[in-house]
């Protein structure tokens, strides 16, 4: 669902907190996303701007995100020109999806300067760019666009800015009857129109998406008139007490579950024509932040781990393959005393056979029946050494089965360590995924091609989420197993409880007090299911144990541990009750 221009009219409004406020903090956390830090009225805000191909927005979050260690080109332009800069201004152009920041600071010889963030927000082609109002020159943009990719707006350090093409709409918000029935009516030189009446909207007012246009179009409806037929005077009336009600800023963002196909819907206005569960939220921000979620995040990981996918699904595929050789072998070496029979057999009977002799037949000594039986030989060979073939045979089978089973429990415990990555892949943050490549590298999986480039990491802890109960007591989750083994290894006490799922790959769960109630234990169970393979599914096994029960073996795989003394619990994940517990990286 697109953001369009209502929304961002909204958003702006809300913004209007941040005027005057100073801007801390810059930080990039991904190739596509700014966060600001501002103090403004006495508080600290979190302001996203983001040009995500398919989830740009603007919006004040909460979310945590951990930074990369060095910052972008961007980034460090945006710290030199803002940073400590005070926000005078942000506003909206016209009705359109664009939003312009005007931001005064002092330059690096103390006089004072003014630049502008412009976040256009148009789909694929949404950007981030840092302006000099001045000169209506551009400082650079978060994505450039080179001449090869358009030539009526360039985006690059030191081209002119051209703002987006003009689409000749109405503001909505400056409609009145005698306009908006103008805009809607078919010229009488036209042919019969095929335009529904939300077509029609769209097309002649300015940050009107279709999902607007049809809410209209309901509203207007309403009396019952005929949905073939439309009603100027009742679309009117509609249209103006949606525009009467964003004009005053009386917003009621809202997000509506469809029935039937689950899918959501956001607006700053009731969504009556759509049936479904409806949602209000206090502010603009807050039904973003609920309706995106982590969206965009997963969107980015998934590009980011394709590769690792791949990898980790073709080393699960050859493991199971292998699998199925290495138990043919075993049942093959079930038949291994056969050979050892008929090795006997021919050593009792060396008097009937002869050299050059392809088979011979003689009594089954082993039968009850002592019935006869034909053993093929091996004519190049004399009698004793074909009765040895066939021991030798037989010890070969029967060595190799100890050996066999050894390397089935190896390809078991590899096909366990594969689908656990798979599942800590599932549910990574942008950092977790460099702590699990970091762990490939290092396990020999996936060779390191930046060798020469990476710098030395310092041993130092990873970063945790760390959950807080309903009665306030600390969870902390490990989401990979560096994260895993410091948490259950290193950070946790001997005291503290450790839950995972029952032969289930899934995170490490660590409650951090020797003292909590049952409903501090079940949210950790939760927990544990929930950042799980076993996700979506009901009444998931958790184990759970007291640290000093919880041992790693040597040599094992990383994340890899033995517990003893647990006591299982079934728990439904239940994702609402997760997202609501607060939670802080650690």
């Not at 169970?525 to 958790?542: D, E, G, H, R, T």
């Amino acid at each position: 669902m697109a953001l369009d221009g209502l929304v961002l009219h909204a958003i702006v409004h809300e913004l209007q907190a941040c005027v005057g406020g100073r801007i801390n903090k810059i930080h990039q956390p991904t190739e596509n996303d700014v966060i600001m830090h501002i103090r403004a009225q006495g508080q600290n805000v979190k302001l996203l701007l983001s040009a995500n191909p398919t989830y740009p927005r603007v919006q004040i979050t909460e979310q945590s995100s951990l930074n990369p260690m060095d910052a972008p080109m961007f980034c460090m332009l945006l710290r030199k020109h803002c940073e400590s800069g005070v926000i005078e201004a942000v506003e909206q152009i016209g009705m359109e999806r664009v939003i312009r920041m005007q931001i005064r600071h002092r330059d690096e010889l103390g006089d004072m300067s003014t630049k502008q963030i412009i976040v256009e927000i148009m789909g694929r082609h949404s950007n981030i760019i840092l302006l000099d109002p001045a000169t209506e020159t551009i400082l650079d943009g978060i994505h450039h666009v080179t001449p090869a990719i358009s030539s009526y707006r360039i985006v690059m350090p030191g081209s002119k800015y051209v703002t987006p093409p003009e689409q000749d709409k109405q503001n909505p918000l400056e409609a009145n009857a005698s306009s908006f029935l103008n805009a809607i009516q078919q010229d009488p030189g036209e042919e019969e129109s095929t335009d529904k009446p939300e077509q029609k909207l769209v097309t002649a007012f300015s940050g009107l998406s279709p999902l607007i246009a049809k809410e209209i179009v309901f509203r207007s409806r309403q009396g019952g008139n005929n949905e073939q037929e439309i009603d100027s005077a009742a679309l009117w009336t509609a249209f103006h007490d949606v525009m009467a009600a964003i004009r005053q800023h009386r917003y009621e963002p809202v997000i509506v579950e469809q029935e039937g196909t689950g899918k959501l819907f956001f607006a700053m206005t009731p969504l009556t024509h759509i049936a479904g569960i409806s949602t209000t939220y206090a502010t603009p921000s807050d039904c973003l932040e609920h309706f995106y979620g982590d969206k965009a995040e997963r969107d980015t990981v998934k590009q980011r781990v394709a590769d690792l996918l791949r990898f980790l699904h073709n080393e699960a595929n050859k493991n199971v393959k292998k699998l199925e050789k290495l138990q043919e072998t075993v049942d093959d070496s079930k038949d291994a005393d056969k050979y050892r029979i008929l090795g006997e057999l021919l050593t009792a009977s060396l008097h009937l056979i002869k050299r050059g002799d392809r088979e011979v037949e003689i009594i089954n000594y082993y039968d009850e029946d002592q019935a006869l039986i034909k053993i093929k030989l091996d004519p190049l060979l004399n009698p004793s050494e074909n009765a040895q073939r066939y021991f030798k045979k037989y010890t070969k089978m029967k060595n190799s089965t100890a050996i066999v089973e050894e390397q089935i429990a190896q390809t078991h415990q590899e096909i366990t360590y594969l689908n656990s990555l798979l599942q800590q892949l599932s549910v990574a943050s942008l950092t977790d995924i460099e702590e699990i490549r970091d762990e490939l590298m290092e396990q020999g999986y996936v060779r390191d091609r930046n060798k020469k480039q990476r710098k030395k990491k310092k041993k130092d802890k990873p970063a945790l989420a760390c959950y807080l109960s309903s009665e306030g007591v600390p969870i902390y989750v490990g989401k990979n197993n560096t994260q895993n083994e410091y948490l259950t290894n290193r950070l946790a006490s001997s005291m503290d409880t450790w839950l995972h799922t029952k032969d289930i790959p899934g995170s490490h769960v660590v409650i951090r007090s020797d003292s909590f109630s049952e409903t501090t234990l079940m949210e950790a169970a939760q927990l544990a299911a929930y950042f799980s393979q076993a996700k979506q599914s009901s009444q998931v096994p958790v184990d759970y144990t007291a640290i000093k029960h919880v041992h790693k073996p040597n040599g094992s795989k990383p994340g890899f541990v033995i517990y003893v003394n647990q006591k299982t619990l079934f728990v439904t994940p239940d994702e609402n009750m997760i997202k609501q517990m607060n939670v802080t990286i650690k």
